[in-house]
């Protein structure tokens, strides 16, 4: 439980040490990404290992907002999310992956 937000869980209950770890490291690497929403001055000590300095920015992909810091939680220390967020993560990575890229653009603007 986090002193400031008492209403929060505790990292170390949600510990998964059995989460497969490429879908681990799918979430992470998603988690890692996104669009800065809010940033905060000064940052927070992992409430786990007390190393990692997580810094104050928060991240969106128009449907979750998270807090820079928790791609550290799921990686370093196995923190496993909901399954609906999970998946959302792991299915918004395919589409990127999958994506065509339209490079035809950048050529045309480059030839001018």
Same mark, same amino acid.
């Given at each position: 439980?986090?002193?400031?937000?008492?209403?929060?869980?505790?990292?170390q209950? *949600?510990?998964?040490?059995?989460?497969?770890?490429?879908?681990?490291?799918?979430?992470?690497?998603?988690?890692?990404?996104?669009?800065?929403?809010?940033?905060?001055?000064? /940052?927070?000590?992992?409430?786990i290992?007390?190393?990692?300095?997580n810094?104050?920015?928060? /991240?969106?992909?128009?449907? /979750?907002? $998270?807090?820079?810091?928790?791609?550290?939680?799921?990686?370093e220390?196995? !923190?496993? *999310?909901?399954?609906?967020?999970?998946?959302?993560?792991?299915?918004? *990575?395919?589409?990127?992956?999958?994506?065509? !890229?339209?490079?035809? $653009?950048?050529?045309?603007?480059?030839?001018?």
């Amino acid at each position: 439980m986090s002193e400031e937000r008492p209403e929060l869980p505790d990292p170390q209950a *949600l510990v998964d040490s059995r989460w497969d770890a490429d879908e681990r490291e799918d979430v992470a690497s998603y988690l890692s990404h996104g669009t800065v929403t809010r940033a905060c001055m000064g /940052f927070s000590a992992c409430r786990i290992c007390g190393l990692s300095r997580n810094e104050g920015l928060e /991240f969106t992909d128009g449907v /979750f907002l $998270w807090p820079q810091g928790l791609a550290h939680y799921v990686s370093e220390h196995s !923190v496993r *999310l909901p399954p609906d967020i999970v998946a959302h993560a792991r299915q918004r *990575l395919q589409e990127i992956e999958s994506a065509i !890229v339209d490079e035809s $653009w950048w050529c045309e603007a480059t030839s001018m």
